[in-house]
């Protein structure tokens, strides 16, 4: 924001690479994107910030299929905020996330559910459009954890309706940095 050359040029650079980055998870708006050390931090941030909108009683949705980034950071913020945490079930036989348990923990009371779109111990590839659509149907919001994804599949963030995306641009050869995106009703909200 200063009137010397070097500020316009860091501002110019940064606005460049917010861009690129909502233009790689599939947005047009380069505003709705954050960048981060990396995404275990944003999501730490992330989940405390939402927990602030949470009461006793809310109920927040994980699955066993997530990283420990994508896990913790949920149920440590629910916990603070009183928030039942539920988990959703694998199919064991070939370690699908369970969609029908899926639904049965999905109900009114539904703040949020953080899924991976792939998962790193498995290499499972989550039906993202088909959670999200679940999700919205009870009133609840969808935290997607691309890390594993980004550097294998193409991001698409409208295509997906997820509320949030979090990566690391490292894993698909950027800099160290976290990336979050999320629509910007919640940027402005959070």
């Known amino acids: ?52 909108t949470w009461t006793a009683g809310d109920e927040v949705v994980v699955t066993r299929l997530e990283h420990d980034a994508n896990f913790t950071p949920w149920v440590q913020a629910a916990r603070d905020a009183g928030a039942r945490v539920r988990q959703v079930a694998i199919r064991p036989d070939d370690c699908t996330l369970d969609m029908d348990d899926l639904q049965s923990k999905l109900n009114e009371r539904t703040r949020l559910v953080a899924v991976g779109a792939a998962s790193n111990a498995v290499g499972t590839i989550n039906p993202l459009r088909e959670v999200a659509d679940r999700v919205h149907a009870v009133g609840g919001q969808l935290f997607v954890d691309a890390v594993h994804y980004a550097p294998h599949g193409r991001v698409d963030v409208q295509a997906w309706d997820c509320d949030f995306v979090s990566c690391s641009a490292y894993k698909f050869f950027g800099p160290h940095v976290g990336i979050l995106w999320m629509k910007r009703e919640h940027c402005e909200r959070l």
Do not use: K, Y
């Open 1 to 52: 924001g200063g009137v010397f050359a070097t500020s316009r040029e860091s501002d110019d650079l940064l606005e460049r690479a917010h861009r690129a980055v909502a233009d790689f998870l599939g947005s047009s708006d380069a505003e709705t994107v954050v960048f981060g050390p990396n995404m275990t931090t944003l999501t730490l941030g992330l989940a405390r910030a939402m927990a602030r």
